[in-house]
């Protein structure tokens, strides 16, 4: 598979470099403060997080896209596809405001639109849905 050399996609490369580093540096700054006694503390999903901040920054995005973006070298695209696509389609049902499907699709995949955006993280799967 060819990787693509377009200028948005290495806008976007950096951009999700960028977004981690941010990312980590907020994981090692909340692990250094003291947490509240009340406050749950879940597992976040690396995938999910830098899925959600592709498309924070991308504000619509296909399946394959992100896979293309998210995909180390030894990284199963096709698993990738279809992580990306459970998730923003989960992510289109919990937050039906924030993310949407697009009616127009590219190349015949559907496209998740960001609507309105809800933070930095994102949202918290539900328990017992099953995608």
Known sequence: MQENTTPEW???KALMALAQR???AGQEASAA?????????????PFAERLWNLL????????????ALLAGEDDDLAQGRRQAGALMLSWSR?????????????DGLKRYALLRDIGATPPAPRGGSAS
């Not at 403060?33 to 999903?45: G, I, Q, T, Y």
Request: hydrophobic fraction near 45%; include cysteine; charged fraction near 35%.
């Open 10 to 12: 290495f806008v976007a």
């Open 33 to 45: 403060s003291e947490p509240a006694p009340d406050a749950v503390v879940r597992d976040a999903d």
């Open 56 to 67: 924070r920054i991308r504000r619509a995005l296909t399946a394959d896209e992100a896979a």
């Open 94 to 106: 919990q937050c039906p405001r924030a993310v949407r499907v697009e009616a127009r699709r590219v």
């Open 22 to 24: 941010h990312t980590e």
